[in-house]
């Protein structure tokens, strides 16, 4: 019984590992799909070199572009590997109407350049 303890904790271990290799370390020009379950964020994610993303979030209502902007400087921390990071907004910054007189227009995705400090 503590041997199959063992083989699951190593097994999630392993999981867990390579979900995070396969994240941090994609081939540059790749361009990978997610979804961020915590702050409910589909992105895109191209590696364009060593220390350099092109981050593209999904639009969405609102309130939920708060998420979109957390979920981006955590997501950039976690690619830098906690080292320091500059972001470049391209487009995508929705305007904030507290109380909107007409149907909220097409919002682009939020664009992103991503560059980690080499150092």
Do not use: W
Not at 60 to 72: E, I, R, T
Request: hydrophobic share 35%; charged share 25%.
């Amino acid at each position: 019984m503590k041997h199959l303890k063992i083989l699951n904790l190593l097994s999630m271990v392993a999981v867990f590992t390579y979900t995070g290799i396969g994240t941090a370390c994609a081939d540059t020009g790749e361009t990978t799909k997610s979804y961020d379950f915590d702050n409910k964020v589909h992105y895109k994610q191209t590696k364009i070199g060593t220390n350099n993303y092109k981050i593209e979030i999904q639009s969405d209502d609102y309130k939920h572009f708060a998420n979109q902007s957390m979920f981006l400087l955590r997501h950039a921390d976690r690619l830098c590997r906690g080292k320091t990071f500059m972001l470049k907004v391209l487009e995508g910054v929705q305007e904030y109407k507290r109380f909107p007189t007409k149907p909220r227009a097409y919002q682009p995705p939020l664009n992103v350049l991503l560059q980690c400090e080499e150092n």
